[in-house]
């Protein structure tokens, strides 16, 4: 961390007085045998180790890889460090009309955030607050009324007494196999999974760490939460060269799951080991508890086709169809159609073009729609809050009540965009200066989009979305 010149204290009493003296108010009765060098007490030499080691092999029928790496970063500011460790495979084998590969790898990571913002108190703190006081609530400076004034916050309290641990899990990765039933024709499939496992830990212990900070009791909030993600691929390709034709046909089919749930809770009032001084941070302990957690679910389904032609590598066509299911909108609009189509002339592979200057020319031209349902998983789902209360009847009873706080569109359909394209290719000077040239038409239709409306409506979910219309 680069360091200042700061004042030491009998410079900072000098001029302190001095502000004091001009401002008409009376002097702060400044500590004067403290001289605290916030700079060192925080900031301290960083230390970064790498490490790997991989090995590789295989012959005409397979190979192999595999790599192993510790990585550890101990920051520059108390309180702060990472480290992470990882391991990575692929392999790929081949015999007879069959092919099969994977590619794995699995990482864990721990870090040890930062509390607070000691890079700037380092400055706020004046050289008169030592660093430990034990007359204040945890033992450490952070000033004192008339003595010390100042808002800054002493960093070694703030990383002892509020401190945040995030460790994430993660595989991730793919199998897939073929079957060359022959040269021509390709069967595919391909199996994607990650998985990823997060844990949040938060730490309060009973001291202060600021100037008229109210004293707040020991609790933890500790949060675990986990993301899965599958993917199938299936596809059938189809290549083969007649004469001057070349055909490329290929149909398939996609699968994808997407799943997150997450568990949390708090406890305060922790105890203490009187003999080690730590705090049982494990959420059996404490009272006052809150606990919850919540589920996400999304699936996207979707059936392909992809015809090229090319014939004589003068004229080019391309076809594709996409048929796309998804779970984020209701039974009636859940699927959506996207159709493609280009084509493109080389006319620089005519009999007829002669140019010596010119070494390429093609044109081309295209239209195509793409679909987004790139939204929440639930927007077409009323939300209700049941945690609610009512009183009713003539003995004013309290009883539980539910209702709805986030409206609902079940008719949501798929985001459209729809884009035309002419362009040209223009290769010269023996292709050594290559021009491209486009021009399109691009037109989104039925924009997703979150429209805000008045809580006297009774939403209170967030802005309800819904298909923007053109006007």
């Known amino acids: 961390m680069p360091r200042y010149d700061l004042m030491g204290t009998e410079e900072f009493a000098k001029y302190n007085n001095m502000a004091y003296d001009n401002a008409g108010f009376t002097r702060q009765n400044l500590n004067m045998s403290v001289n605290t060098d916030w700079q060192d007490a925080v900031f301290k030499t960083g230390m970064m180790q790498d490490y790997n080691a991989s090995f590789s092999g295989g012959n005409e029928n397979s190979t192999f890889f595999m790599s192993g790496n510790y990585f550890g970063n101990e920051g520059t500011v108390i309180g702060t460090d990472f480290d992470r460790?990882?391991?990575?495979?692929?392999?790929?084998?081949?015999?007879?009309?069959?092919?099969?590969?994977?590619?794995?790898?699995?990482?864990?990571?721990?870090?040890?955030?930062?509390?607070?913002n000691p890079i700037i108190d380092v400055y706020r703190m004046t050289p008169t607050i030592p660093l430990y006081d034990p007359a204040n609530p945890g033992g450490y400076g952070y000033g004192k009324q008339g003595v010390a004034d100042t808002f800054g916050t002493n960093p070694l309290a703030i990383a002892?007494?509020?401190?945040?641990?995030?460790?994430?899990?993660?595989?991730?990765?793919?199998?897939?196999?073929?079957?060359?039933?022959?040269?021509?024709?390709?069967?595919?499939?391909?199996?994607?999974?990650?998985?990823?496992?997060?844990s949040y830990k938060f730490m309060r212990k009973v001291g202060n760490w600021s100037l008229n900070q109210p004293i707040d009791q020991s609790y933890t909030d500790q949060n675990k939460g986990r993301s899965e993600t599958l993917l199938f691929e299936n596809t059938l390709t189809f290549k083969k060269a007649f004469g001057k034709h070349d055909i490329t046909f290929l149909v398939g089919q996609t699968y994808q799951k997407d799943n997150y749930n997450q568990i949390y809770g708090t406890k305060r009032n922790l105890p203490m080991n009187s003999g080690t001084g730590q705090y049982y941070e494990v959420l059996n302990q404490g009272d006052s508890p809150v606990v919850g957690g919540f589920i996400n679910e999304a699936t996207l389904a979707s059936y392909l086709g992809r015809l090229e032609y090319n014939y004589d590598n003068r004229y080019l066509f391309n076809a594709v169809l996409r048929r796309d299911g998804s779970s984020k909108f209701s039974d009636a609009n859940?699927?959506?159609?996207?159709?493609?189509?280009?084509?493109?002339?080389?006319?620089?592979?005519?009999?007829?073009?002669?140019?010596?200057?010119?070494?390429?020319?093609?044109?081309?031209?295209?239209?195509?729609?793409?679909?987004?349902?790139?939204?929440?998983?639930?927007?077409?789902?009323?939300?209700?809050?049941?945690?609610?209360?009512?009183?009713?009847?003539?003995?004013?009873?309290?009883?539980?009540?539910?209702?709805?706080?986030?409206?609902?569109?079940?008719?949501?359909?798929?985001?459209?965009?729809?884009?035309?394209?002419?362009?040209?290719d223009l290769g010269v000077l023996n292709n050594d200066l290559r021009l491209t040239a486009d021009y399109f038409i691009a037109r989104t239709e039925d924009v997703l989009f979150g429209f805000p409306i008045l809580l006297t409506t009774g939403n209170d979910g967030g802005n309800p979305i819904s298909n923007a219309r053109n006007g």
């Open 85 to 116: 460790i990882s391991f990575r495979v692929n392999s790929s084998g081949t015999k007879g009309i069959f092919s099969i590969g994977e590619n794995l790898a699995i990482s864990n990571s721990k870090t040890d955030e930062m509390s607070g």
């Open 160 to 198: 002892d007494f509020a401190n945040t641990i995030n460790e994430n899990f993660r595989i991730r990765g793919n199998i897939w196999s073929e079957l060359k039933f022959a040269p021509w024709l390709k069967y595919r499939f391909n199996f994607g999974y990650e998985t990823s496992f997060d």
């Open 334 to 424: 859940k699927w959506g159609n996207f159709p493609s189509l280009s084509a493109g002339w080389r006319v620089s592979n005519e009999s007829f073009f002669k140019s010596e200057f010119i070494k390429d020319l093609k044109l081309r031209a295209s239209y195509g729609e793409l679909g987004s349902g790139n939204i929440g998983n639930y927007e077409y789902k009323s939300f209700v809050n049941n945690f609610g209360q009512i009183v009713m009847g003539n003995e004013q009873k309290l009883y539980p009540s539910a209702t709805q706080v986030k409206l609902s569109n079940s008719e949501l359909r798929w985001e459209k965009l729809k884009q035309t394209n002419f362009g040209l």
